[in-house]
């Protein structure tokens, strides 16, 4: 059990700073990239709430502090996907690239330690496969090259059975609502980011973990 019934709250707190920063990093991200970032108020205090909220949430986890903190890196890696991929339609290898860095050093610590990395090579190779069949049947982007980078960096944070699982909740959360976007929208066209449920799949199996040692 958390032998520190305050934690929670002083997480939340580092969690409400952790997802201003990431915004702020965001912002300048995107001016990198030469997209307008956006002012909605979702756009700008989404990921501190958010943040504020999974932090103490993975807080209650039976784990250390140690465990506790490179989780919470992960969360803010997350959130940035979801929120960025919402606003701009985008999954920027500024923050992947370090992501997956970080995820292979760490899953190297786990038993076996080349599970992560060829659960990371397996999905990833299936969206590229994905996305390069998707575009010669449809003639367009059904997948983007960002989701195959976040496909892979969910197999090296979570491995084997976790990442299916993350898959799965990702592609029914991502159905979920293409089918409200199509009732909304009374039209099939148009195409939604898949980013977001993707990571929000990866977040739910991240806790889960915790909640299972």
Known sequence: MNALPLLPIGWAVAGAFGGWVMRWGSVRLAKLEELEPGHKAWQVYGPPIVCAILFALFATEPVSLQLLALRSVFVIVLVQV???DFEHRLILDRVMFPSMALALVA????Q???AGIATGLVAGLLF???ALVGAA?????ALGFGDVKLALFMGLLLGPL???????YGVLLAGIVSI??????RSMKGTIAYGPYLSAGALIVLFQLGRGQ
């Open 82 to 84: 979801i929120f960025f």
């Open 107 to 110: 899953s190297l610590f786990n």
């Open 112 to 114: 076996p330690w080349w």
């Open 128 to 130: 590229l496969l994905l």
């Open 137 to 141: 049947i449809f003639k367009a982007e």
């Open 162 to 168: 976790p990442t299916i699982q993350a898959l799965f």
């Open 180 to 185: 409200g976007y199509i009732i909304w929208r």
